[in-house]
């Protein structure tokens, strides 16, 4: 599986750049032969949370019809990363993956919502998991602070996913605990980690990028800077295979204890 990640720098309350940045970095990655392109998280707002009611996307349509439109036009996948959208007068951070014939396959609501950046106070929770097929290989998808709570991403990975696709704006601040984090998600789930994240700067916090490609022993397969890029990688899903077999780590699991 060849995947590329978007790491693009985000105009903050500006959707319609956003749209057309979107679109540069999804062209990009297709000439540069990616199967799959992954987005970072907020994309078409940045964390614009308190202009949510002028700028949210209503029932995320404008932008399914956007990545749909991309999908089909340059033939690939895409994990949408995610998007303020409004529904029923709340407002939800929702990634949106499409296939390469640009059907929605699933819509996924951040689950855990980031205090820090007052997400509780804009953002309706997700309830519902992110597991799904691309090209016939199993995925799941989550978004940013998700990757603080290895019990939610475990619960889905133990349903086979080889991949684990992560949407991020993740401050420069935190980046070291970014990179440790996703390696410890990537080894304990034994699982490729596909993770991304924006560049660039809000009223509130800078972006440092260093968006990663882990292998299934939380090894770098390749990374940004903190500089506007796409960036593919190949996936070796053998790798996953082997890993799993030579430590049967789910099958040992204690699930009578925990
Ligand atoms: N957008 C987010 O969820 C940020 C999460 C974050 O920065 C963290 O440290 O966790």
Known sequence: MQVALAQIDIKFGDPDENYRRVAAAVQQAAAQGAEVVVLPEMW??????TDLAQLADTDGARTKRFLSDLAQQYHVNLVGG??????????????????????????????????????????????????FQLDGVSAMGVICYDIRFPEWLRKQAAQGPQVIFVAAEWPTVRLPQWRILLQARAIENQAYVVAVNRVGADPDNDFGGQSLVLDPLGQVVAETTDQPAVVTATLDLQQVVKVRGSMPVFADRRTELY
């Open 44 to 49: 078409n707002t940045g964390y614009a949370l």
């Open 82 to 131: 995610s998007v303020a959208v409004a529904r029923e007068q709340r407002y939800y951070n929702e990634m949106l993956i499409f296939d390469r014939q640009g059907q929605l396959l699933r819509q996924y609501d951040k689950v855990h919502r980031f205090g820090l950046m007052r997400e509780d106070q804009y953002i309706t929770a997700g309830q519902t998991e992110n597991v």
